[in-house]
């Protein structure tokens, strides 16, 4: 659709490779708090105590506190379930909790038997995300698969549980093929996750493994009803990325908001916390067979959506890397961005063509996820039900894969089940209008558009170019408030002190099955 240079394209992922190799290496050298409990939840270990503090931080805390985590949390554990004559990690959490047992380096035999149980007890939560990949694919053989792309994205979140589920199922039926649960707000800065079913959250419904099953058994309902499989998504992001991201894989989630970025930017959180977390998430995300979401879109109600247009492609083509080097596939690839330019600006929706059509043609084989308009909603209804109607033909003409159902009460009100079904009135009836009439939609080789599209490469390059030149790279760029105007340094933020530095001979038996997957 758009006549880029191959040239400029093939130099602009070459930077981005290049950029992002030595954050890949910094993840690879380093651990977190939530990378070690992520794993102990592969093997099992759920529940709380009394006070509502998840065992598994309990356990990770204890082993940090005799020994550190540079060696990782595994050995310790499983040493010292041999040594007690246990097999019960929550046994074992417990008894941690109270001092009553002390963690080691075991070394000899014992770290042989550690080592050979600890990894028997990981591979049977992996082997449990393999199951539930392959439930997802005899399920959509079953029932069918959304009949046409982009599949209609649509968020609910009341903050109860019981409440989201007959909610989402009333979206599902009046045509939504993804519901997103929001997460509570503020969640995303909580060192820990919360433990079963939840009845209260904040402009949002808390991110629970219980929440999770109760969520995707509802839409399992809906689905066989319909005769159409219902996508489920969540969050993976935040200080406990790595442990959200197992959980969902065991609950059959399809997606998950999975984007280091916007816990830098928008939540301060340190980079290389983030980072870390990140990597391990994504790895269990392409194990699990889930889709990601990047969050390019949040840099632009931030940043003028024209003059930062470079810095979303930019995003996208690192996020690009990241993901396909910790096993996820172009199928996977959620790649985000947004209908966020000012509509009093003349030929704005041209320009949001243009960007729209250069993501797509930048990356032809992922499904994009598509933004509705936010910044410029005013509480204006009608503006903005037109406004979303431009977003939806934007999105009907440039083939995104995921399409986020914008709401007229955007700026107003959490919109009303009634709002809803206004809005999902609108994408049906501009997706069914449009039909395939982006196959007839051809921009001038010369035109306005491509003219764009082709600066708007040119200026990401150079931008590239840039991320390179500075002492450490993208963290330096962070740092500058590249991304967003926000500026966040790599030695601040919150959750650096649950970084650890590997020791030549960490041990995680999750990292080391999902390195051999890849």
């Known amino acids: 659709m758009l006549e880029l240079d191959p040239v400029a394209v093939r130099k602009a992922r070459g930077l981005a490779r290049k950029a992002g190799r030595p954050i890949v290496t910094l993840a690879k050298r380093h651990t977190t708090v939530s990378v070690e409990r992520a794993t102990l939840r592969l093997a099992g270990l759920r529940g709380a105590d009394p006070d509502g503090t998840p065992w598994v931080n309990r356990l990770v805390d204890a082993v940090r506190e005799d020994v550190g985590l540079e060696n990782g949390a595994a050995l310790p554990v499983w040493d010292a379930l041999i040594r007690e004559g246990m097999n019960d990690l929550t046994a074992l959490a417990q008894k941690a909790a109270t001092g009553s047992v002390r963690f080691r380096l075991p070394e000899g035999r014992d770290r042989v038997r550690a080592r050979a149980a600890a990894r028997k007890a990981v591979a049977a939560g992996v082997k449990r995300l393999d199951v539930r990949r392959r439930e997802r694919e005899r399920l959509i053989r079953k029932w069918g698969d959304a009949p046409r792309q982009p599949w209609i994205y649509l968020i609910v979140a009341t903050g109860d549980i019981y409440e989201d589920m007959p909610q989402a199922q009333a979206a599902a039926r009046a045509g939504a093929d993804v519901i997103a649960v ?37 839409l399992d309902d809906v689905s066989a009803e319909l005769g159409r499989y219902v996508r489920l998504t969540n969050y993976a992001s935040g200080l406990c990325m790595p442990e959200i991201a197992a959980l969902a894989g065991m609950e059959r989630l399809d997606m998950m908001l999975n984007d280091s970025m916007y816990g830098i930017l928008f939540r301060d959180i340190n980079p290389v916390r983030t980072f870390v977390d990140q990597r391990f998430s994504r790895q269990v995300h392409a194990r699990a067979g889930i889709i990601i979401n990047t969050g390019e879109d949040n840099y632009l109600t931030t940043a003028d959506a024209v003059e930062a247009a470079h810095t979303v492609t930019v995003s996208q083509l ?116 449009a039909g395939n009439l982006r196959e007839d939609f051809r921009p001038a080789p010369d035109g306005f558009i491509a003219q764009r599209a082709r600066q708007v490469l040119s200026e990401s390059i150079k931008l590239l170019e840039r991320i390179i030149d500075h002492e450490r790279g993208l963290l330096d760029a962070i740092a500058d408030g590249t991304f967003g105007l926000m500026k966040r340094p790599p030695d601040g933020g919150r959750g650096l002190d649950g970084v650890a530095r590997k020791a030549p001979d960490y041990f995680n038996p999750a990292s080391e099955t999902l390195e051999e997957a890849g």
Do not use: C
């Open 318 to 433: 690192l996020n690009e890397y990241f993901a396909k080097e910790a096993g996820l596939e172009d199928w996977q690839l959620g790649l985000g961005h947004a209908f966020e330019i000012d509509p009093d600006i003349p030929d704005s929706f041209r320009m949001e063509l243009a960007h729209a059509m250069l993501a797509r043609r930048l990356f032809p084989r992922a499904p994009l996820k598509w933004m509705p308009p936010t910044r410029h909603m005013t509480g204006d209804i009608f503006r903005g039900y037109l406004l979303d109607g431009f977003f939806n033909l934007a999105g009907a003409l440039t083939g995104q894969g995921i399409l986020l159902v914008g709401m007229m009460t955007e700026a107003v009100v959490t919109p009303w089940l009634s709002d809803r079904d206004v809005a999902l009135q609108n994408v049906r009836y501009v997706l069914d209008a």
């Open 182 to 218: 929001i997460r509570s707000t503020g969640q995303s800065l909580l060192d820990y996750v919360p433990e079963g079913a939840t009845r209260e959250g904040f402009a949002g419904t808390y991110a629970t493994q219980e929440n999770f099953r109760l969520m995707r058994s509802a």
